[in-house]
T-cell receptor
């Protein structure tokens, strides 16, 4: 399978715990995006990487969120001290040089 | 700022009916891309089409067709002879066509289409 993969697919955690999600983009796609989707809404942009450089962060990304993309390959999104409002689907997408974004299956986070 | 509006929250049709999903967008930029994505119950967003703001030609792909009208800032999606497998949430999205925008997508809230047998 050469699509975008995300791990885990589901995560249940207690409020206050830290969680980390992983995204493996399509090979050789230099652009990588994270989005968050809550129930009944469209995905909202969180952050963008071009190769290993994080070039943009949304105001939605509070200080408790951090993302990395070491060596321009896979990416991780960490949420520290989770809150119930963080419950959502976290989507990763990758893109070649221009535009068209291909999405992974998402990680569904539930904070109890 | 960009905005995408999908006024239809839910649509229900009977199999073989035609259905049109509406999308209206707002942007001050003159160059941009418009997209439609499908999100089946499994959750993964599936790319359907990309349209450049300079290209207003309508497009047809099998049972799918798209009508892009800059004069009304609309990019509507029609499914002809709908099938049960078309049941999904459909999202319209916009990205600016400039490197500074990083091509991030702005999505509408989606339209839930249910096709009944």
């Amino acid at each position: 399978d050469t699509g975008v993969s995300q791990d885990p697919r589901h995560k249940i955690t207690k409020r206050g715990q830290n969680v980390t999600f992983r995204c493996d983009p399509i090979s050789e796609h230099n652009r990588l995006y994270w989005y968050r989707q809550t129930l009944g809404q469209g995905p909202e942009f969180l952050t963008y990487f071009q190769n290993e450089a994080q070039l943009e962060k949304s105001r939605l990304l509070s200080d408790r969120f951090s993302a990395e993309r070491p060596k321009g390959s896979f990416s991780t999104l960490e949420i520290q001290r989770t809150e119930q409002g963080d419950s959502a689907m976290y989507l990763c997408a990758s893109s070649p040089v221009l535009n068209e974004q291909f999405f992974g299956p998402g990680t569904r986070l539930t904070v109890l | 700022a960009q905005k995408v509006t999908q006024a239809q929250t839910e649509i229900s049709v009977v199999e073989k009916e035609d259905v049109t999903l509406d999308c209206v967008y707002e942007t001050r930029d003159t160059t941009y891309y418009l997209f439609w994505y499908k999100q089946p119950p499994s959750g993964e967003l599936v790319f359907l089409i990309r349209r450049n703001s300079f290209d207003e030609q309508n497009e047809i792909s099998g049972r799918y067709s798209w009508n892009f009208q800059k004069s009304t800032s609309s990019f509507n999606f029609t499914i002809t002879a709908s099938q049960v497998v078309d049941s999904a949430v459909y999202f319209c999205a916009l990205s600016l066509n400039s490197g500074g925008s990083n091509y991030k997508l702005t999505f509408g809230k989606g339209t839930l289409l249910t096709v009944n047998p």
